[in-house]
């Protein structure tokens, strides 16, 4: 499961160094830039993480639907704390660069509250880091997942057909998911086929599906993802599994980073949009002002993880849950 955790590190990576090249402030050549925009689909790999380590989770843990309401409250314990704390120092540093300009500073009270639920497409506002949006993806598939974990066991093959049928609904034609705009975008059906990935995955791993169904299943998702999203979605998909299968070994520098994956994915892009324009004052070449970028968002995200993230995953873990030890007999150690 190393290989995993590596992977949250390296797709935080990817969507750190894609945001940093995007910057007019940096402006790194051409063929660098068009590198980094593939970073934007670290994203993909963190859906496909996410398809793969729930279900996989719910299965440990022998999960059944009236255990529903610990597994919500169990990941709102380990998600939100981090979270809150990067809203609370998106509204500071607005206000402090309001008072340092004189300019008038407003709390929008309904926009932050709607943050907690991650409501904020449903009202029309705007989310404090557009980052946030993944966010809300993620939390509407662990209700998903929570609510029909049952029915994936029993019935894979019409998981993935509603998986891809329901994307085929959400974006009717040739219509990439990339250009959806932002404040649809966090609709889960756009993406559920890559989640679906990640399922069928866990579910070849632990010997739950038939090979045939298996492949079945596999190849009407990725169809779906062809059709409807990017080529490089479509390619993330597809390394982000290959890592998940294949990849043995753990590599320490992408270990810390799977370690801090969450916390560098919440702050970067603060740090990026605060430090970047006061370094464009000075006479710095594109590279050393990627350099620090990157350095203070890591900075940043390490802060964030000892201080709030890992406190919140220890205290979650204490969280009382309605869960059995999976038996030996049904193929997972206890």
Same mark, same amino acid.
């Given at each position: 499961m190393q290989s995993v955790h590596d992977l949250?590190?390296?797709?935080?990576?990817?969507?750190?160094?894609?945001?940093?090249?995007?910057?007019?402030?940096?402006?790194?050549?051409?063929?660098?830039?068009?590198?980094?925009?593939?970073?934007?689909?670290?994203?993909?790999?963190?859906?496909?993480?996410?398809?793969?380590?729930?279900?996989?989770?719910?299965?440990?843990?022998?999960?059944?639907?009236? @255990? +529903?309401?610990?597994?919500?409250?169990?990941?709102?314990?380990?998600?939100?704390p981090p979270y809150f704390v990067t809203i609370a120092a998106v509204l500071l540093l607005n206000l402090?660069?309001?008072?340092?300009?004189?300019?008038?500073?407003?709390? @929008?009270?309904?926009?932050?509250?709607?943050?907690?639920?991650?409501?904020?497409?449903?009202?029309?506002k705007s989310w404090l880091l557009s980052v946030f949006w993944t966010l809300c993806v993620e939390f509407q598939f662990y209700v998903l997942i929570g609510l029909c974990y049952p029915l994936l066991?029993?019935?894979?093959?019409?998981?993935?057909?509603g998986c891809a049928a329901a994307m085929c609904f959400a974006t009717p034609g040739?219509?990439?998911? @990339?250009?959806?705009?932002?404040?649809?975008?966090?609709?889960?059906?756009?993406?559920?086929?890559?989640?679906?990935?990640?399922?069928?995955? +866990?579910?070849?791993?632990?010997?739950?599906?038939?090979?045939?169904?298996?492949?079945?299943?596999?190849a009407l998702s990725l169809v779906v993802i062809a059709v409807k999203s990017p080529a490089a979605t479509l390619g993330a998909t597809i390394v982000a599994s290959l890592i998940i299968v294949f990849v043995r070994r753990s590599h320490p520098v992408l270990a810390f980073f799977g370690d801090i994956s969450y916390s560098l994915y919440l702050v970067h892009l603060l740090v990026i949009l605060t430090i970047l324009p006061l370094l464009s004052r000075m006479s710095l070449g594109w590279?050393?002002?990627?350099?620090?970028?990157?350095?203070?968002?890591?900075?940043?995200?390490?802060?964030?993880?000892?201080?709030?993230?890992?406190?919140?995953?220890?205290?979650?873990?204490?969280?009382?849950?309605?869960a059995r030890t999976v038996s030996a007999a049904q193929g997972a150690p206890a």
């Open positions: 949250r590190g390296l797709a935080a990576l990817a969507v750190l160094l894609h945001h940093v090249a995007a910057s007019a402030y940096v402006a790194p050549p051409r063929a660098i830039a068009r590198v980094a925009e593939l970073g934007y689909h670290g994203v993909t790999a963190f859906f496909v993480i996410s398809g793969f380590v729930l279900p996989y989770s719910l299965y440990r843990s022998s999960y059944r639907l009236e @255990d +529903f309401g610990g597994f919500i409250t169990r990941r709102f314990a380990r998600v939100e402090l660069v309001a008072t340092i300009k004189h300019t008038p500073f407003r709390i @929008d009270g309904a926009q932050v509250a709607l943050h907690a639920a991650y409501l904020v497409p449903l009202f029309g066991l029993r019935r894979p093959v019409l998981s993935a057909m040739w219509f990439p998911v @990339d250009q959806v705009a932002l404040g649809q975008r966090e609709n889960l059906l756009l993406h559920l086929p890559v989640f679906m990935v990640g399922i069928l995955l +866990f579910l070849q791993r632990e010997r739950l599906i038939a090979p045939h169904a298996f492949w079945v299943s596999l590279f050393t002002m990627a350099a620090i970028a990157v350095a203070a968002s890591i900075g940043a995200a390490m802060g964030l993880w000892l201080a709030v993230e890992r406190p919140a995953i220890v205290w979650s873990k204490r969280l009382p849950q309605r």
